[in-house]
């Protein structure tokens, strides 16, 4: 019995590994995701609940609409540098479960921009990398690729489904779960049975 509980609890913490994404990997998170959005922007407001608004300048990737402006209820800095109301930054925003992430930078120049105050984590100088690298832009156009050749597609389809990556990794880490549990309980009954 207390192979199986043991059995049991490191499945679990096998499975919720799985679907943690750890500290350290924004700059990969905004620029792997096709939802993800990056932009310059002023700081329209910023309060000290750490909620802001912003108007988006320059889009780098993801639907940022130019001029319109954006209110998120969490921005963290990516550096020792605190938000003032009028300046600009490079954002990034992942999902509704992130913050908005504010990078401190010399331009908004993607090609040549260095990001200033570097909190020594490696990220800032990773997203620095991927702008002046141009990888940021050729993720853009590929995201807008995939989004041109799913018009087509779309057009003969009779419903679209909306299925995130993380809801899959819940559905099949649920499905696996119920199939390791039923198997662990046949085992243990047969074992009884034998026992007999």
Same mark, same amino acid.
């Given at each position: 019995?207390?192979?199986?509980?043991?059995?049991?609890?490191?499945?679990?913490?096998?499975?919720?590994?799985?679907?943690?994404?750890?500290?350290?990997?924004?700059?990969?998170?905004?620029?792997?995701?096709?939802?993800?959005?990056?932009?310059?922007?002023?700081?329209?407001?910023?309060?000290?609940?750490?909620?802001?608004?912003?108007?988006?300048?320059?889009?780098?990737?993801?639907?940022?609409?130019?001029?319109?402006?954006?209110?998120?209820?969490?921005?963290?800095?990516?550096?020792?540098?605190?938000?003032?109301?009028?300046?600009?930054?490079?954002?990034?925003?992942?999902?509704? /479960?992130?913050?908005?992430? %504010?990078?401190? $930078? =010399? @331009?908004?120049?993607?090609?040549?921009?260095?990001?200033?105050?570097?909190?020594?984590?490696?990220?800032?100088?990773?997203?620095?990398?991927?702008?002046?690298?141009?990888?940021?832009?050729?993720?853009?156009?590929?995201?807008?690729?995939?989004? /041109?050749?799913?018009?087509? %597609?779309?057009? $003969? =389809? @009779?419903?679209?489904?909306?299925?995130?990556?993380?809801?899959?990794?819940?559905?099949?880490?649920?499905?696996?779960?119920?199939?390791?549990?039923?198997?662990?309980?046949?085992?243990?009954?047969?074992?009884?049975?034998?026992?007999?």
């Amino acid at each position: 019995m207390k192979k199986l509980i043991c059995a049991i609890i490191t499945i679990g913490v096998i499975f919720s590994y799985a679907m943690t994404a750890f500290a350290g990997d924004i700059p990969e998170s905004l620029l792997g995701s096709d939802k993800a959005l990056v932009f310059f922007g002023e700081a329209v407001s910023y309060n000290a609940d750490k909620s802001i608004t912003v108007m988006p300048t320059q889009k780098v990737k993801g639907d940022v609409e130019i001029g319109k402006e954006l209110s998120y209820n969490e921005v963290i800095t990516l550096g020792k540098f605190s938000i003032k109301k009028g300046e600009t930054y490079l954002f990034g925003y992942y999902d509704e /479960n992130n913050p908005l992430t %504010a990078f401190h $930078t =010399t @331009s908004i120049d993607a090609r040549t921009l260095k990001i200033l105050d570097k909190s020594g984590g490696g990220q800032e100088e990773r997203m620095q990398t991927y702008l002046n690298d141009g990888a940021f832009e050729r993720a853009e156009v590929e995201r807008l690729s995939k989004i /041109n050749a799913q018009i087509p %597609a779309a057009a $003969t =389809t @009779s419903a679209p489904q909306n299925i995130s990556n993380n809801q899959i990794y819940v559905v099949c880490s649920v499905v696996i779960c119920a199939a390791v549990f039923i198997v662990l309980y046949y085992i243990l009954i047969f074992r009884k049975r034998k026992c007999r």
